[in-house]
T-cell receptor, first 113, second 112 residues
């Protein structure tokens, strides 16, 4: 599997429910980032969590990072129709020293009104 | 608005042709990244420039090349285009190498 692989691939929930999506990665990282992409548009940065952090909050977003399991989760609480988008995690691969960014294939979230 | 601009927004061309995509980073950002996103796919990292120098290469085809100019804008050149090159091409900029990336709106390339 690719580094930065999200799970599930697609998620459909009702407005007001919470949405959780997961990301796994393979190599050493110094941070992990989550991005949102509305259909056909550029990605928008949501949150960055550093490798020495375990949890971070930003508004209705909560991100956790488990470096021992090489995984991260993004929780969106009290979802809204406007949260409908694809969500990607991104990790800079620092092992090679070249800082290649690896994006996952994304989770497509649909929030039903 | 991220502050990153990309031109053109749409590009339709024929197989075998050559095109140039342009990216202007946010003011002060030294890093520029290029990505390719095919239909329903994640982003594939192509190349990273930092302050005019190439710093990392992803799965970029030999038919593709890029450069970052002294004013920090960047161009991605795609040559001998094939149908499979049809995709969204994004550039992103960041202040340094491992920070938040700010994405442009993308260029949609269609190869007929």
């Amino acid at each position: 599997s690719q580094q930065g692989e999200e799970d599930p691939q697609a998620l459909s929930i009702q407005e007001g429910e919470n949405a959780t999506m997961n990301c796994s990665y393979k190599t050493s990282i110094n941070n992990l980032q989550w991005y949102r992409q509305n259909s056909g548009r550029g990605l928008v940065h949501l949150i960055l969590i550093r490798s020495n952090e375990r949890e971070k909050h930003s508004g209705r977003l909560r991100v956790t990072l488990d470096t021992s399991k090489k995984s991260s989760s993004l929780l969106i609480t009290a979802s809204r129709a406007a949260d409908t988008a694809s969500y990607f995690c991104a990790t800079p691969d620092v092992t090679s020293g070249t800082y290649k960014y690896i994006f996952g294939t994304g989770t497509r979230l649909k929030v039903l009104a | 608005d991220s502050g990153v601009t990309q031109t053109p927004k749409h590009l339709i061309t024929a197989t075998g042709q050559r095109v140039t995509l342009r990216c202007s980073p946010r003011s002060g950002d030294l890093s520029v990244y290029w990505y390719q996103q095919s239909l329903d796919q994640g982003l594939q990292f192509l190349i990273h420039y930092y302050n005019g120098e190439e710093r990392a290469k992803g799965n970029i085809l030999e038919r593709f090349s890029a450069q970052q100019f002294p004013d920090l804008h960047s161009e991605l050149n795609l040559s001998s285009l094939e149908l499979g090159d049809s995709a969204l091409y994004f550039c992103a900029s960041s202040p340094n190498r491992v920070d938040t990336q700010y994405f442009g709106p993308g260029t949609r390339l269609t190869v007929l």
